[in-house]
C-alpha cells in the first residue's frame, strides 16, 4: 500500500492545499484527493510540480507500507 504524507510536508512548508493547488497548476480536487489517500494514480508531472515547489523528493510525500499477510 502507498501512503501519501503530503499534509505532512505541506505543514513542514507552512503551506495549504489552495496554495499548492496555485503554484503548481494542479487542480485543488487532485491535491485534495492525494491528501486524503483517495487518489487511484499520481501522474509523474503532478509528482514533479509537487516537489518542485515544495523542494522534496518523492520519497517524502509517498510511503509504501506492505501490506499484512
Not at 489517500?37 to 503532478?46: C, F, L, N
Request: aromatic share 2%; charged share 25%.
Amino acid at each position: 500500500m502507498i501512503k501519501f504524507r503530503l499534509k505532512v510536508q505541506l505543514t513542514m512548508k507552512d503551506m495549504n492545499q489552495k496554495q499548492l493547488a496555485e503554484q503548481t497548476g494542479i487542480r485543488p480536487s487532485t491535491v485534495s484527493a492525494i491528501c486524503t489517500g483517495s487518489i487511484k494514480e499520481v501522474p509523474v508531472a503532478v509528482l514533479d510540480k509537487i516537489c518542485t515547489v515544495l523542494n522534496c523528493q518523492p520519497g517524502d510525500i509517498m510511503e509504501y507500507i506492505p501490506d499484512e499477510k
